[in-house]
């Protein structure tokens, strides 16, 4: 087994993490405490090629990688969590969507516009009475012919107020269940279209999450990915790609806890020396870095699958549950090892514990993810199987 990186691995890495500490750090604290937007410095990361990672040179994409996309979200959630999040449903379930599923005509018109920042774009799934239940959609796409009418709300929509490109899972045939759903290519800017005020949330306060309404929203059905009814099985696709991104998020902000309180308990002196040097803050940093190396080799692991074209459903949401877990175990246990200064949003590590919270919620909550796992263990495919 090889687990080095590669040279232009590292170099994504090593730029991601530059990029976070001297372009994201510096304003990252305002723009939490005023939910502002960082819209110019999604705009640099589409220029840097951080928002079109996995998609091909022929769309315009810079086809780094997944294991470089998941190299670049853990550097960058280090950081900013709200810009992370953007990038993670840029890459993962948008741009990756559009790519694998849809027409040529659909690829060559959006995924340009995607891949370089031009455009944002916003995955639509989540509506008042359809989180964890992916099959309840309200939101209905009449088909009319060459076309499609769409009526519903979505929730929770990361990017709803900014993105220029929708991606709006929706049921065309309610008779059919989940056999009845479509994901259907919406332009934000279509007439009929109107979002909600700003949520204002626990964490990653800056990130453009909304609700999206749609009132008779006129698409041509030429914009439909995949077949009629595929738009369930679409989703819970790119779901399981998503689940990487988030998971690579999780071990940023559990890195990025990390870090800081390593830096801070070299720095800070009680009973006449570094309190590094005492067992019980020692002791906790020896605990934090063991957790974080666990949680990246199942993240990278199953980037690498993915990579390599193997199932790494099981492995995504094995690694969504342990990163996100232990995200919160230390973001919290970097706060104790700063004491009360961990207290105050000038050590920004108040803000990673709040940023971590999400990671168990978003691309399916944790029980989600208990629930894909006991699954594929009732069906005997067992996590160490998928090894050879």
Known sequence: MDFSLSEEQLMIQKAARDFAQNELKPGVIERDSHKTHPTALLKTMGEMGFLGMLVKSEYGGSEMGVLAYVLAMEEISKVDNSCSVAMSVQNSL?????????????????????????????????????????????????????????????????????????IVIAQTDADKGHRGINAIIVDADSDGITTGELEDKLGIRSSDTCSVMFQDVKVPKSNRIGDDGFGFKFAMSVLDGGRIGIAAQALGISGGAYELAEIYAGERKAFGKPINEHQAISFKLAEMATQIEAAKMMVYRAAWMKDKGMDYSQAAAMAKLFASDIAQTITNEAIQIHGGYGYVKEYHVERLMRDAKITQIYEGTSEIQKLVISRNIRKGTLYLKTVV
């Open 94 to 166: 948008v741009c990756d969507g559009v790519q694998k599923y849809a027409s040529e005509e659909l690829k060559k018109n959006y995924l340009p516009q995607l891949a370089s920042g031009e455009k944002i774009g916003a995955f639509l799934l989540s509506e008042p009475e359809a989180g964890s239940d992916a099959t309840s959609q309200r939101t209905t796409a009449i088909d009319n012919g060459d076309h499609y009418l769409i009526n519903g709300t979505k929730n929770w929509i990361t990017n709803g107020k900014f993105a220029g490109v929708y």
